[in-house]
C-alpha cells in the first residue's frame, strides 16, 4: 500500500533558509513549507534536495530539515526527504532517519561516486533495496539524472525499478528528450500506475507535454502559483493558454538558471528572487556556493518585475 496517496500535482523540492550566520532558520523554513502548501495543486513537499542545499547539511541537519517541515505540514500535506548517500550502510541510516522524522517518502539519488565511476543495474536495484528494509513504511521516488551523466538509468533499470512495488513515483530529469521520451513509454509499459514527474526546471513546457503526472522541482520553491498554473493549462489541453504562462516563466528561468542546468549558484540565484519577490527575509547560502553578484541582481529583480511578483 502506497504511503503517499497522490503524487499528481506539483511537489517543490524545497529551499533551506539559513540564518546570516548559516544556521537552519527554522521558523523561515516553517513559514515557506506553510506558503507553498496553501497553493492549489501542491500535493507534497520534497526536503534536502539540491535546491535545499543538501550536500551543505550534515545528516542530523537532513533530519531537522524533515523535521520541521513535517512537523508544519502534519495534516496538510506528506513530506518526501531525499536520500543523498554513497554506500548501502549509511543510505539505510539515513533513510530511517528520515522517516523517524516524519518523512513518507523517499527520493532515491543515484550515489555520486556513481558519476565518476559508473555502476551496473545490480548495484542500482540492491541501493534500493537496502532503503526499501531499512523503511519499509515509505515509498521510495526513483531520482533520474541527466542522460549524460554516468550514473544516468536505462531504459531497461527504469522499467526494472517499475516493477518493484515499494517505487511508486520517477523524478525525471534526463536533459536529452530523445531519452526522456522512451523512459516515460518504458516506465508507462512496466506499470502504468506508477506516477512520472518532470524536474526539468529549466524547460517546463516542453516537458510536461510529454504525457507526465506532474512535476518535482526546486523552481516551484520559488513560483509555485504560476508553475501550478501551466500544469493546469497543460492537463486542460490549453496550449496557447501554456505558452502565454511560459512566457512568464522563461524570463525567470534565464535569470536562475542562466540557460543552463542547475547548479549551486543557481540556487542561490533563486533564493535570491524568492527574497525580491518576498518569499524570504533572507537568501543566505552557504558557502561555499556564491551569492549572485551585481548583474545577476539586476537580472533578477527584472525578471521578478515582469512576472509581477516584486516586492523588494
Request: charged letters at 20%; glycine letters at 8%.
Amino acid at each position: 500500500m502506497p504511503s503517499i496517496a497522490n503524487y499528481r500535482g506539483i511537489i517543490p523540492a524545497i529551499a533551506c533558509p539559513f540564518t546570516p550566520d548559516h544556521r537552519i532558520d527554522e521558523p523561515a523554513l516553517r513559514k515557506l513549507a506553510s506558503w507553498l502548501a496553501g497553493h492549489e495543486g501542491v500535493v507534497a513537499v520534497m526536503t534536502n534536495g539540491h535546491t535545499g542545499e543538501v550536500f551543505s547539511l550534515t545528516p542530523a541537519e537532513r533530519a531537522t530539515v524533515t523535521r520541521i517541515v513535517a512537523d508544519e505540514l502534519r495534516g496538510r500535506l506528506p513530506v518526501i526527504s531525499s536520500i543523498v548517500c554513497e554506500g548501502l550502510s549509511e543510505a539505510a541510516e539515513h533513510a530511517r532517519a528520515a522517516v523517524e522524522a516524519g518523512a513518507a517518502g523517499l527520493d532515491v539519488m543515484p550515489p555520486h561516486h556513481w558519476l565518476r565511476f559508473g555502476f551496473t543495474s545490480g548495484h542500482a536495484l540492491q541501493y534500493f533495496d537496502a532503503i526499501h528494509r531499512a523503511a519499509p513504511g515509505a515509498d521510495l521516488v526513483c531520482h533520474v539524472y541527466p542522460a549524460w551523466t554516468r550514473a544516468a538509468y536505462s531504459s531497461a533499470l527504469l522499467a526494472d525499478l517499475a516493477r518493484l512495488p515499494y517505487v511508486q513515483a520517477f523524478k525525471v530529469g534526463q536533459r536529452d528528450m530523445n531519452k526522456y521520451a522512451r523512459d516515460v513509454q518504458a516506465i508507462r509499459d512496466a506499470d502504468a500506475g506508477k506516477a512520472i514527474l518532470t524536474c526539468h526546471d529549466e524547460y517546463l513546457l516542453a516537458s510536461m507535454v510529454q504525457g507526465v503526472d506532474g512535476a518535482l522541482v526546486g523552481f516551484a520553491t520559488f513560483i509555485p502559483q504560476l508553475i501550478g498554473d501551466l500544469w493546469r493549462a497543460v492537463q486542460e489541453g490549453d496550449l496557447k493558454r501554456a505558452q502565454r504562462i511560459q512566457a512568464v516563466i522563461t524570463p525567470l528561468k534565464d535569470a536562475v538558471y542562466g540557460g543552463g542546468e542547475p547548479t549551486g549558484e543557481a540556487h542561490a540565484r533563486m533564493k535570491a528572487g524568492m527574497y525580491l519577490a518576498g518569499v524570504l527575509d533572507d537568501a543566505t547560502v552557504r558557502p561555499p556556493t556564491e551569492a549572485p553578484d551585481t548583474r545577476e541582481m539586476t537580472a533578477l529583480r527584472a525578471a521578478v518585475e515582469q512576472a509581477g511578483l516584486l516586492r523588494r
